[in-house]
């Protein structure tokens, strides 16, 4: 069946907020007052929830044409895997994913934190066989020669890849600042199960690198810019899974598995409405492809074919920041919310995703 995306959740690495405890507010810059840096006050915890939701049900193939999900099963003429029948498929993913991120400011321009990120997807799945072998007969193939689970709608929940890292801000002035980033994301989240057809993992198991430049300029009259670019190196590790054809693979093997070094970018633009911001984004995702490798000489081409993805999005979001109310006495807390919507508009071998996020963010 079509292979999913790993799940992504923005690109922040230590996202937090960034405020100079002692400032007035009004000399607080917008990346600060909006929680759109990922700095730590000096001597201080930060912290940020946030969640999100998607759902799909199509995705983009090879030549950046938009189709629907499970092209090339659904209608499958069985006979090319020398049964008789026609498959029906209609497969729809549903994502639920949090991240929790937490930091301490070690100084004013160096924090060190870390990101725990939890999933849970349900794959909806509905099947059937036109004529020949019908239903039943497919299941029996796919559950004894082939030796799969039933295929069905499952769901799948746990802790995802965590990250480990610190930002050093090595540029602020009045009006503007940047960051370098760098951290470890730990491959702990359970396998693809290779005999489970519908199953989509909360992350992907690969040890990562990750770096990161930002920059925040107030470019006057409300409004700013955001630019970053984040660079993720996969690497090498050892999966077990089935190296060909899910329909007609049955034998499982240890496979060298490198995951495609990517890359993302945001350029954003915001204006600021007194403790309102509204903004507009533009994202890309681009990623290499995929590389596996047989230790006794197994063609591995059907895993790494249509592996090279490229992804452009667009998000739209209003933040509220109450750090002026806080600083004035009324609330506990410097909470902001930032509620965002992303969406997917141009893509190669991609899911034709839309993503909602609330994000919550404070310090203490």
């Known amino acids: 069946m079509p292979t999913t995306t ?121 099947m059937s066989v036109d004529g020949g072998i019908g239903s039943d007969g497919l299941q029996a193939v796919l559950t004894g020669v082939l030796g799969y689970k039933p295929l069905r709608g499952t769901e799948s929940s746990g802790l995802g890849d965590p990250t480990v890292g610190a930002l050093w801000r090595f540029h602020k002035s009045d009006h503007d600042s940047a960051i370098l980033g760098f951290g470890v994301r730990f491959g702990v989240s359970p396998a693809d199960d290779p005999d489970d057809l519908a199953d989509v993992p909360p992350g992907d198991g690969s040890t990562d690198l990750r770096y990161r430049l930002e920059y925040f300029r107030d470019l006057g009259a409300g409004f700013d810019l955001r630019l970053l670019a984040e660079y993720q190196v996969q690497l090498a590790d050892e999966v077990t899974m089935r190296p060909g054809n899910p329909l007609t693979t049955a034998t499982k093997e240890r496979l060298e598995r490198n995951l495609g070094n990517y890359w993302e970018w945001d350029m954003e633009l915001g204006k600021s409405l007194g403790d309102w911001r509204i903004s507009a984004t533009w994202h890309r995702y681009q990623e290499r492809p995929d590389r596996y490798t047989s230790k006794i000489g197994t063609d591995t081409g059907f895993l790494s074919a249509n592996t090279d993805t490229l992804a452009d999005q667009y998000r739209v979001g209003v933040t509220w920041s109450g750090v002026n109310a806080w600083r004035a006495g009324r609330m506990p807390l410097p909470l902001i919310v930032k509620l965002e919507m992303q969406d997917a508009f141009r893509g190669r071998n991609f899911v034709d995703v839309r993503d909602v996020y609330l994000r919550v963010t404070s310090f203490f």
């Open 6 to 126: 790993r799940i992504r959740a923005g690109t922040g690495l230590l996202c937090l907020i960034a405020m100079p405890v002692q400032a007035a507010a009004n000399d607080i810059p917008t990346a600060s007052l909006h929680a759109l840096d990922g700095m730590a006050p000096a001597g201080h915890w930060a912290a940020r929830l946030t969640v999100l939701r998607n759902g799909y049900d199509r995705r983009y193939d090879d030549d950046g044409r938009r189709v629907d999900y499970d092209q090339g099963y659904d209608g499958l003429d069985l006979a090319a895997l020398g049964l008789a029948g026609t498959l029906n498929l209609d497969t729809k993913v549903v994502t639920e994913y949090g991240e929790l991120m937490f930091g301490y400011g070690v100084t004013e321009d160096l924090t060190v934190g870390a990101i725990v990120p939890f999933a849970r997807t349900r794959t909806k799945l509905r």
